[in-house]
């Protein structure tokens, strides 16, 4: 799906994505990633209802990082829990901590298997915190408190699976290294791809609604680069 920056417009896309997959008979499931801010959305609404009705193969994870930039969990919704919400789709809920790493890949599983099999959608909640900023922009200190995120910090996930790595034996101090370097490489190479990307051109904004253009979007399309020209 091309990239859309408004909260929450992927989770139709998802369902729509997974419903397809369905009436054609294939065995894909659509899997979709969103904030906890992304609840309070008429789409996430929309797209687990239809998710519901229809049976479609759809995840629906919900990283619940307790913030939504400023907006913190308990003003988001008077629902106990995010997973509970499932429950008025006619679907499964679940909750799990989302700081572990290996209950999030069972879990995940467990739902692909069930869409996978014609058992429908499935809501994950994973728990977890935003210890950073949401952004450059954002300044945390301005509405939470230290003392808010100190009990969260030994849940840290990094630090879970280094201790669970190491105590295999499959982590010690040169694998870090050799890791971070090689990761460091990857993201530097990254960043020389991406910038040597071309800006998008104005037509690029008319391209991704329909699989071909409808005769209106085709008139402002000619009207935008009538005026550009
Ligand atoms: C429809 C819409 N409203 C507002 C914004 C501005 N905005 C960007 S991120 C964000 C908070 C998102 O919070 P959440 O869904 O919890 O996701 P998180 O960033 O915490 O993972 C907001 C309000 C936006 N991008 N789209």
Redesign the pocket.
Request: proline residues 7%; contains cysteine; hydrophobic residues 40%.
């Given at each position: 799906m091309p990239v859309a920056?408004?909260?929450?417009?992927h989770l139709p896309h998802a369902v729509g994505v997974a419903w397809a997959a369905k009436l054609k008979g294939e065995k894909t499931v659509a899997v979709v990633y969103?904030?906890?801010?992304?609840?309070s959305?008429g789409d996430f609404h929309e797209a687990l209802n239809f998710a519901g009705v229809f049976k479609t193969p759809t995840i629906f994870f919900c990283?619940?990082?307790q913030?939504?930039?400023s907006?913190p969990r308990s003003l988001?919704t008077a629902s106990k829990t995010i997973a509970q919400k499932a429950i008025a789709y006619g679907f499964d809920g679940i909750q799990v901590d989302g700081n572990d790493l290996f209950a999030v890949i069972a879990v995940t599983k467990e739902a692909v298997e069930k869409a996978r099999s014609g058992g429908g959608a499935t809501l994950i909640e994973g728990v977890t915190f935003?210890f950073g900023p949401?952004?450059t922009a954002d300044d945390p200190t301005k509405y939470r408190t230290e003392a808010e995120i100190e009990p969260w910090k030994p849940l840290d996930p990094m630090i879970r699976l280094r201790l669970y790595l190491k105590e295999k034996g499959l982590w010690n101090e040169e694998v870090e290294q050799r890791m971070t370097e090689e990761a460091q490489k990857e993201i530097d190479q990254a960043v020389v791809d991406a910038e040597a990307v071309p800006p998008p051109g104005p037509a690029e904004i008319f391209k991704y609604v329909f699989e071909e253009m409808t005769p209106p979007l085709k008139e402002q399309l000619g009207y935008l680069k009538s005026t550009l020209a």
């Amino acid at each position: 799906m091309p990239v859309a920056i408004p909260v929450g417009t992927h989770l139709p896309h998802a369902v729509g994505v997974a419903w397809a997959a369905k009436l054609k008979g294939e065995k894909t499931v659509a899997v979709v990633y969103f904030g906890d801010g992304a609840t309070s959305k008429g789409d996430f609404h929309e797209a687990l209802n239809f998710a519901g009705v229809f049976k479609t193969p759809t995840i629906f994870f919900c990283q619940n990082n307790q913030f939504a930039i400023s907006v913190p969990r308990s003003l988001q919704t008077a629902s106990k829990t995010i997973a509970q919400k499932a429950i008025a789709y006619g679907f499964d809920g679940i909750q799990v901590d989302g700081n572990d790493l290996f209950a999030v890949i069972a879990v995940t599983k467990e739902a692909v298997e069930k869409a996978r099999s014609g058992g429908g959608a499935t809501l994950i909640e994973g728990v977890t915190f935003r210890f950073g900023p949401h952004t450059t922009a954002d300044d945390p200190t301005k509405y939470r408190t230290e003392a808010e995120i100190e009990p969260w910090k030994p849940l840290d996930p990094m630090i879970r699976l280094r201790l669970y790595l190491k105590e295999k034996g499959l982590w010690n101090e040169e694998v870090e290294q050799r890791m971070t370097e090689e990761a460091q490489k990857e993201i530097d190479q990254a960043v020389v791809d991406a910038e040597a990307v071309p800006p998008p051109g104005p037509a690029e904004i008319f391209k991704y609604v329909f699989e071909e253009m409808t005769p209106p979007l085709k008139e402002q399309l000619g009207y935008l680069k009538s005026t550009l020209a």
